[in-house]
């Protein structure tokens, strides 16, 4: 049984949706932002990941921020959450986001309130910037005031080392204010061995590379078909060659070889793909073409 997108909207605040046996799946958008298309594509030469994207003349290309809302009948589930509105206006000016997932969510018929379940497959800022909500007099409260956010102990006990190579990704706001409460369950890896079951039909595996504990969801309905929201194992559809990682990957070797066994899975089982950084395309099928290389199905 194959999952079945339903529209695209290149346009509007609500990207994608798809039925999945007798879930749905919305992805909303927090807009976009602007990253080093170098940095974005690590080692790769412009001379051919230009072929793909765009670049300005600051050789910055154009990212999606894309937030997946699973309607499951019994739960509501955010998958990511975007960049946020806590950035300072130098972070603003560099990254150009716009901070509209709340008005995304408006405009799918999601109301923040009836989220039950929330998900970070890491926890870098532009995928958990709306854990939380900055209000004028400079509080911090949780956007989704009755859900239970589930992230990797390891994400957070990383981001409390703010080392060089990677401090200004992780931002406290995000999370620590949720683990304080309680509101955030820490997954480690013996829960993930278990089978990271997060409510029936959801679950979530690690792919680690990109950082140490970065985790896929799968969304598998009973008897239904497979989806998985993979996160920055693959952030856009122009990554789906095993060797292009980015300069972000904190172990791009270790990245192919999960991209690879990413694959050895999700494309002989006709998964539907969910990426985290396509505005564009921020869901496919992935097939092997006449080369034996994955691109995304036409």
């Known amino acids: 049984m194959t999952p079945q997108i339903t529209s695209r909207d290149n346009s509007g605040l609500v990207r994608a949706r798809a039925t999945l046996g007798d879930f749905e799946l919305t992805v909303c958008s927090d807009g976009t932002y602007l990253l080093d298309g170098g940095a974005m594509f690590g080692v790769v030469p412009k001379t051919l990941w230009q072929k793909r994207i765009a670049a300005d003349a600051e050789n910055r290309i154009v990212l ?132 990271g079951a997060i409510c029936p039909g959801i679950s979530v595996e690690l792919f680690p590379g990109h950082t140490a504990q970065m985790m896929g969801v799968h969304i598998q309905p009973a008897n239904g078909p497979h989806a998985c929201y993979i996160g920055d194992l693959l952030p856009t559809s122009r990554h789906l060659d095993p060797t292009w990682v980015m300069g972000y990957d904190l172990d791009p070797v270790r990245c192919i070889e999960e991209r690879k066994r990413f694959y050895s899975r999700a494309i002989p089982e006709q998964w539907l793909v969910i990426f985290p950084h396509d505005h564009d395309t921020p869901m496919a099928h992935v097939v092997l073409n006449d080369k034996g290389k994955p691109v995304v199905a036409g």
Request: hydrophobic share 35%; with cysteine.
């Open 64 to 195: 999606g921020l894309n937030s997946l809302v699973v309607r499951t009948g019994k739960h509501t589930v955010v998958i990511e959450t975007g960049i946020g509105n806590k950035q300072t206006p130098k972070m603003q000016q560099i990254f150009q986001n716009q901070a509209l997932l709340l008005d995304s969510y408006a405009a799918a018929g999601v109301n923040p309130d009836e989220v039950d379940i929330v998900v970070n497959t890491h926890l870098h800022f532009d995928h958990c910037g709306w854990n939380t909500t900055l209000h004028a007099d400079g509080s911090v409260t949780p956007t989704f005031k009755n859900a239970r956010y589930f992230a990797h102990a390891g994400e957070v006990a990383h981001g409390h080392l703010q080392l060089d190579r990677d401090r200004v990704s992780y931002q406290s706001p995000n999370y620590d204010p949720l683990v304080e409460s309680g509101q955030m369950t820490l997954l480690d890896d013996r829960a993930l061995r278990a089978g």
